[in-house]
């Protein structure tokens, strides 16, 4: 039976495994961090680096009285993988994954598994790959995801959220179907398009002018993410194929629009078409510490301590833009009620999380922090 102080395992030892093993040991004051991975040379380097300190041999042998399981595999494996991590811990053992695409693993587990699994997904990466590629500030002020589920356990989300804060993130809690539709939106089907533009390039050569050759930096920084890594990003696509293929036809629409309104030569379309693209610019470039300084606020909810609680509340909070700073649950008797805590930044956040808390059902008053 593992319990909260107990080693953290991490499965997949890469640059998200590896730096996910350099920041719990180094930030969250985890006593242990074991690793497995069935390439020898990235365990042993893994070692080396100070990523983990045990690397096991089996999965088995890593996650044996681990509290929190990390899965770092690739995404085809995920459903797997924790089905048979989730089989081999005990009910205080938290098992996650760090997989760009949430529903093809939630769709695997049943009710109980749902119990002790939580999606995440980091939004944060390197150019390189690799263990010897890890870093411990990999996760700083980066958004992270995580996918309760109706019946996740509240002690369970309570500590892998404070996990997820002491490395440096900011977890942000979302249904795992808006997760997919939003990474196929601004991270799956960009991908697709920096491979589409590259192949049309690569075969057009207008008077025997390669195309490629004549290419400037604009179509060098749109096409950056274009071909890498071919294996990965195909099990990406499938293990999210639903909310891409949609997010693609929507995208279809969009060119078929442009190319309508360049042959009937409509400029004011056109003049509207870039001007609703820089404004939403201006959004995607404006700083995600806009509400840096502002004072922070204690909520404090009445809940029952039963699974489906937190979730719901922290995940109407996350669709909201509302970052909780940090969470904590006092446990009330058996069968009684307890007292969630959540801090916010500014009053204006704390004011529009109460009245959404309120919406879900439960009872809560704000109050700023001394």
Request: charged content about 20%.
């Amino acid at each position: 039976m593992s319990a909260p102080g107990a080693p953290a395992a991490i499965i997949g030892i890469g640059l998200m495994g590896g730096s996910l093993g350099l920041a719990l040991r180094a930030r969250a004051g985890v006593p242990e961090v074991r690793g497995f991975d069935p390439d020898a040379a990235a365990r042993a380097e893994a070692v080396k680096l100070g990523a983990v300190d045990v690397a096991a041999g089996s999965l088995e042998e890593a996650i044996d009285g681990a509290s929190t399981v990390f899965l770092a595999a690739p995404v085809g494996q995920l459903a797997e993988l924790a089905k048979q991590a989730l089989s081999l811990t005990g009910e205080t053992c938290v098992v996650t994954d760090v997989g760009s695409a949430k529903g093809v693993v939630m769709a695997a587990l049943d009710r109980s598994e749902r119990r002790r699994f939580i999606g995440g997904h980091p939004v944060c990466g390197a150019e390189r790959s690799g263990v010897g590629a890890a870093r411990e500030d990999l996760f700083e002020g980066a958004t992270y995801f995580l996918t309760p589920s109706d019946e996740t356990q509240p002690a369970l989300f309570e500590r892998l959220h404070h996990l997820v804060t002491s490395i440096g993130a900011h977890p942000v809690a979302i249904d795992p179907e808006a997760h997919d539709s939003l990474m196929a939106m601004v991270s799956h089907v960009p991908h697709v398009l920096a491979s589409a533009l590259i192949n049309q390039a690569a075969g057009t050569a207008p008077e025997g002018r390669e195309a490629l050759r004549s290419a400037g930096p604009s179509f060098a920084d749109l096409t950056r993410v274009g071909g890498a890594n071919p294996p990965l990003w195909a099990d990406i696509l499938l293990a999210n194929r639903s909310a891409v293929a949609s997010a693609l036809e929507s995208f279809s629409g969009h060119l078929n629009a442009a190319r309508v309104a360049v042959e009937r030569g409509d400029r004011e379309w056109l003049l509207r078409f870039f001007e609703q693209a820089g404004a939403g610019r201006g959004v995607l470039l404006a700083s995600d510490r806009e509400l840096e300084g502002e004072r922070p606020w204690r909520l404090s909810v009445t809940v029952p301590d039963e699974p489906g609680v937190i979730s719901a509340i922290a995940t109407a909070l996350g669709h909201a833009h509302i970052n909780i700073e940090d969470l904590g649950l006092v446990p009330g008797p058996p069968d009684g009620v307890g007292e969630l805590r959540l801090l916010v930044a500014g009053q204006q956040a704390a004011e529009r999380a109460a009245e959404l808390i309120r919406e879900v059902g439960y009872g809560v008053r704000a109050e700023p922090v001394a």
